[in-house]
């Protein structure tokens, strides 16, 4: 092989390696997240409630070992309410869709750090707007056709969900130089 194959074959070697690496961690993440309760999900249930709160004006106390409860609005926000998928969903598109941009180990370092806390910060605002629009579909007891009530909040979850994760991706695309590679 010649340098320029060599160093090109090693950068792919080393994507590979922290795109695994990263994989590694939403793995961990997962299996954390399988066996969690309301109180190890404080760190992302407790911002989300915060923003629910101001989002709503509905008030949320906590209820120890089931989650945040609105007994006003007759709703709760518990540990599968937590965004907890989304968010490992959220990080690995964007380090396994965006490494190929960095050439550096610094650069993919930065890369995974940045996805991790843009993950996080978006999953407690998509996850705060999710559960806001769900307490509105809620309280009005809206159905569509065969759709009750629960299969409208599934559905509008999953919009919520999808323009969060694109518009996500959109921007680490456009910050990281990738938009010059898509047809975004």
Known sequence: ???????????????????????????GLKDFYSHA??????????????????LSGA??????????????????IVPACAGVNFMIVAFASLTCGLMHTR????????LLIASAIAAYGVTIVAN????SAAMRL??????????????LLTAAGVVVYSLFL?????IGARMTGAGRDFAI
């Open 37 to 54: 309760r309301f109180e190890d999900l404080g760190w992302v249930l407790a911002p989300t409630r915060r923003l629910v709160e101001w």
């Open 1 to 27: 092989m010649n340098g320029v194959m060599d160093r090109a074959w090693w950068e792919r070697v080393l994507n590979v390696a922290f795109i695994g690496f990263a994989l590694g961690l939403a793995w």
């Open 138 to 151: 809620h309280a009005a007891g809206v159905t569509w056709g065969p759709l009750g009530t629960e299969h």
């Open 59 to 76: 008030s949320f106390a906590a209820e120890p070992g089931i989650g945040y409860l609105s007994r006003d609005h007759r709703f709760q």
């Open 166 to 170: 694109g518009g996500l991706f959109g």
């Open 128 to 131: 705060a707007a999710r559960i």
């Open 103 to 110: 050439t550096t180990m610094r650069g993919r370092l930065g």
